[in-house]
């Protein structure tokens, strides 16, 4: 059975991956990503995102629930889909005498299909360092190089883990872009990654991984729309907290105040600042460092992990 173009290209139903200590790393998760879509997979440490992942490589078989990739079991009928992806994993661990160049005809032998070396590593930028050893190469020329692999067969489907790990500002911007125009022209990518930012920039949907559960999912924005936003502000000499207007009237759902240093969490930031702001005006005070913001994938995320502690 092949995959209708409107199908999603990955389907997970309430996968569950157990190794053999019986320590359930994945438990029972349920999502899927269209075609040209850009996926992150965010987690804490040991969350279980390379657990997840390797489930969709076929590089293992679930222990419960259902993986489906361009249609196909990935592990079960690999050789259908093996040829129609793109792997780029944590450690390449590639023979570190070679040259990229050489490392990159290797591979290239191993692909059906393969697009010419040099294309992929000129996308990567790593034209200029073709004939330097794989061991000379910094950690992240290596992760460049581990993508151009992952593209030499044209994927129709990119798995990325950690792409950007290593990498500076510049490079990871570069490869930000790389992925977009992969999406552009219809690669659908799955990534890991730690960097909220990536996630927040790069990714058109995301799932947050908690101790092997999807705590949260859907895109940047609807991740953080239900959220606090928060307000800050230090009250003037002369002016204490008790001065204030009852903050549950202005939507304020939770407070934290130190010295004259007062944080406010509103689920209505509009309304709660406007009423502060109308407050000030008429009391004639001035809120000195005035902060407002929406909650931001990192809140988020922070809160989301900040669970665990709390639980403990
Ligand atoms: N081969 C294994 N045997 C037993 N437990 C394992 C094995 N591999 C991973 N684990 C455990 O499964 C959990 C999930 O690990 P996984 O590597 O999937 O997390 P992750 O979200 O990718 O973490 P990181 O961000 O640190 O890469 C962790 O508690 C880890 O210790």
Redesign the pocket.
């Known amino acids: 059975m092949d995959s209708n173009p409107h199908d999603p290209v990955i389907e997970v139903t309430g996968l569950r991956r157990v ?3 019986g ?1 359930e ?1 994945v438990r029972g998760i349920t999502f899927s990503v269209a075609r040209a879509e850009i996926f992150a997979l965010l ?1 804490t ?8 992942v390797e489930l969709l490589e076929g590089l293992a078989a679930p222990a419960g629930g259902r993986v489906r990739v361009l249609g196909h079991d990935p592990h079960a009928e690999r050789a259908a889909v093996r040829p129609r992806t793109g792997v780029m994993l ?1 450690e390449g661990g590639f023979p570190s005498d070679l040259t990229v160049a050489e490392t990159a005809r290797m591979w290239a032998g191993c692909v059906s299909g393969a697009r010419p070396e040099a294309e992929a590593l000129d996308r990567v930028g790593l034209t200029r360092r073709s004939g330097v050893r794989v061991k000379q190469l910094s950690g992240g020329e290596r992760r460049r190089l581990d993508l151009a692999l992952a593209l030499l067969g044209d994927p129709e489907v990119l798995f990325l883990d950690e792409p950007t790990t290593g990498l500076d500002a510049e490079g990871r911007r570069d490869t930000w872009e790389l992925v977009r125009s992969l999406r552009d022209a219809g690669t659908t990518v799955l990534l ?1 990654t ?1 960097y909220l930012e990536e996630a927040e920039d790069l990714a058109d949907r995301l799932a947050i ?1 908690h101790e092997g559960r999807i705590a949260a999912s859907g895109t940047p924005v609807e991740v953080t729309a239900d959220r606090p936003a928060g307000i800050t502000f230090r009250l003037p000499s002369g002016y204490f907290p008790g001065d204030l207007p009852p903050l549950a009237q202005l939507g304020v759902c939770a407070h934290e105040i130190t010295g004259r240093t007062v944080h406010l969490s509103t689920r209505e930031l509009q309304r709660t600042a406007t009423g502060l702001l109308t407050w000030a005006e008429r009391a004639g005070v001035e809120l000195h460092g005035l902060d407002m913001r929406s909650a931001s994938l990192e809140e988020a995320f922070l809160q989301i992990a900040g669970e665990r502690e709390v639980a403990a």
């Open positions: 190794y053999g200590s320590f790393a987690g440490n040991g969350a279980g995102k390379t657990s997840t944590q890991t730690h991984l």
